[in-house]
């Protein structure tokens, strides 16, 4: 579904990306861990193409996102829904508005199955108490849950999560990694997932990838990450306390 | 994308590269600023949408009401000081009767679309350029982007609009109270009574000088706005960045402001 082609990216003479091929497949939820400032957002800013590469190609479904333009890049941008780091709430709009926002701009549909989609994407994240709250009110754990609700309001095909679950109490951040899931499960939402929170991500991930020094050094399902022999990946897994029965014990509940 | 990745000079360029850079950078800059600017005035049709309406007149609001006070006082006191430095002068040739005249010339053709402009761009344009600044930063002006929503439409379209509109009006309106200061002087300090400051100033007030001041007000209002959105839209570097771009904002309007301003009298008075 979507191809990373050889991509390089630069930031000066700063190599972030490192001729970096892989591919997402149709309906996978794709977990891409690493350690800080190894190039995980920048990844997934690609896929929206919030960045252009200095050199490859980005495919999604045989066509090339990295060289679309004007409406086919519109077009393309709405097969997805974004969740930003920080929620990236417009801050003089309530929630509700926040997450009504692109059903507002981008569709025809009439207000009061606009009010139902909201407070249906709201009830998903648990936040239909919140809706006439401004974004400055409200936490900056309900911030996320509100940019989520309105990254999925449309419900796009594939839904690009950027460290989801970090500075959100482990409550709810289970609570996120369910949704994550839920949203695959039901609708069959494509998710990539940028993420530290290794638990959260052998939990709900279809396949894994590890990112580091500009390219993946491991890729595999959760089960094969358990067993990794790479030395980065033993030590992101010691490091989160992980043992080799994680898995066997049920993961994350 | 409409923001804009940072900029690197290499460590190894010599001067003679840095400053060739800084010059494809300056030029780059200025296409990517018109072309932006361009780009949300094509878009002027979303001003008829209830959403850009109300967008419209909250900028309307932003540009022209919470501008105001500042403008009064300064428009006020200017009058004051060109109507005393005037009468001291023209009182040496028993001619103390003209300030009028030359308080009103030098208001509607100069000094009422200048203060204006320089006002409009340290209190309307630096609170702009922050705002998106600061949107950039935090990923908003991306998140906009990735709902496919135009950001130049959505943001730049009601704001750039907002401040050609309303430069024009607070020009006018600044001239007026600047008439008024140089009246109060002209009755308490000089000697002129209102009546006979009123009518040698409109005697001797062209339509051409009304007509004129306003155009270049509301070139001045276009120009702070697309330099206010620009810089606005390409900042990078958090919090520091935001400071930066409210600066070269305030900076780069004001510049242009007096060389738009010299252009346009010399189009219209030479």
């Not at chain 1, 039901?186 to 894994?208: F, K, N, P």
């Not at chain 1, 993946?216 to 358990?226: A, C, I, N, S, W």
């Not at chain 2, 990517?32 to 209830?50: E, F, K, Q, Y």
Request: proline residues 4%.
């Amino acid at each position: 579904m979507i191809r990373f082609d050889h991509i390089v990216k630069r930031f000066g003479r700063r190599t972030v990306l490192n001729d970096l091929s892989f591919e997402i497949n149709k309906g996978e939820i794709f977990v891409i861990v690493g350690p800080s400032g190894t190039g995980k957002s920048v990844t997934l800013k690609h896929m929206a193409r919030l960045l252009q590469p200095n050199s490859g190609t980005i495919w999604l479904d045989n066509e090339s996102l990295s060289d679309a333009k004007g409406a086919q890049l519109e077009k393309m941008r709405e097969r997805f829904g974004y969740l930003f780091q920080g929620g990236a709430l417009l801050g003089w709009m309530t929630v509700a508005e926040n997450v009504a926002l692109p059903l507002l701009e981008k569709t025809e549909l009439p207000k009061d199955e606009i009010a139902r989609r909201v407070q249906e994407a709201l009830e998903m994240v648990g936040l239909e108490d919140a809706v006439d709250k401004m974004p400055a009110e409200i936490s900056g754990g309900m911030q996320k849950r509100a940019g989520l609700a309105r990254a999925i309001v449309r419900k796009p095909e594939i839904v690009l999560y950027d460290e989801p679950t970090s500075g959100l109490d482990p409550v709810t951040s289970r609570t996120i990694d369910r949704l994550i899931q839920q949203l695959n499960h039901e609708v069959g939402v494509t998710s990539v997932v940028v993420t530290h929170d290794m638990q959260g991500a052998l939990s709900i991930g279809h396949r894994l990838a590890m990112l580091y020094e500009g390219s993946f050094v491991e890729v595999g399902t959760p089960k094969e990450f358990m067993v990794s022999k790479v030395p980065i990946v033993q030590q992101f897994l010691a490091a989160q306390y992980i043992g080799k029965n994680f898995l066997q014990e049920g993961g994350v509940k | 994308m409409i923001t804009r990745e940072p900029l690197h000079i290499p460590d190894d360029a010599t001067w003679k590269q840095r400053v060739l850079l800084g010059m494809q950078w300056g030029i780059a800059d200025v296409g990517r600023a018109v072309t932006m600017g361009g780009g949300a005035l094509a878009n002027i049709t979303v001003l008829r949408r209830t959403r850009g309406r109300n967008e419209f007149f909250r900028q309307l609001y932003v540009a022209g009401i919470d501008s105001l006070p500042v403008i009064t006082v300064v428009a006020l006191f200017i009058g004051m000081i060109l109507a005393l430095q005037l009468g001291i002068e023209l009182h040496r040739y028993n001619q103390e009767a003209r300030i009028g005249s030359a308080v009103m010339v030098s208001m509607l053709r100069e000094m009422g679309p200048f203060i204006t402009g320089l006002i409009m761009a340290a209190c309307v344009g630096s609170a702009m350029a922050a705002q998106l600044g600061t949107m950039t930063v935090n990923d908003e002006i991306a998140a906009l982007e990735t709902m496919s929503i135009d950001p130049l439409r959505f943001l730049m379209t009601p704001r750039l609009v907002a401040i050609a509109v309303m430069a024009p009006i607070l020009s006018f309106y600044t001239c007026m109270i600047g008439m008024l200061g140089g009246g109060i002087v002209g009755m308490t300090q000089v000697n002129v009574p209102w009546p006979q400051y009123l009518s040698n100033a409109l005697e001797f007030a062209e339509v051409k000088d009304l007509y004129v001041g306003l155009l270049k007000a509301f070139l001045f209002g276009l120009v702070i706005g697309i330099v206010a959105c620009y810089e606005g839209f390409t900042t990078t570097q958090g919090a520091v960045g935001v400071g930066q771009a409210t600066r070269r904002s305030v900076i780069t309007s004001f510049l242009l402001i007096l060389i738009i301003g010299y252009f346009v009298t010399r189009i219209f008075y030479f």
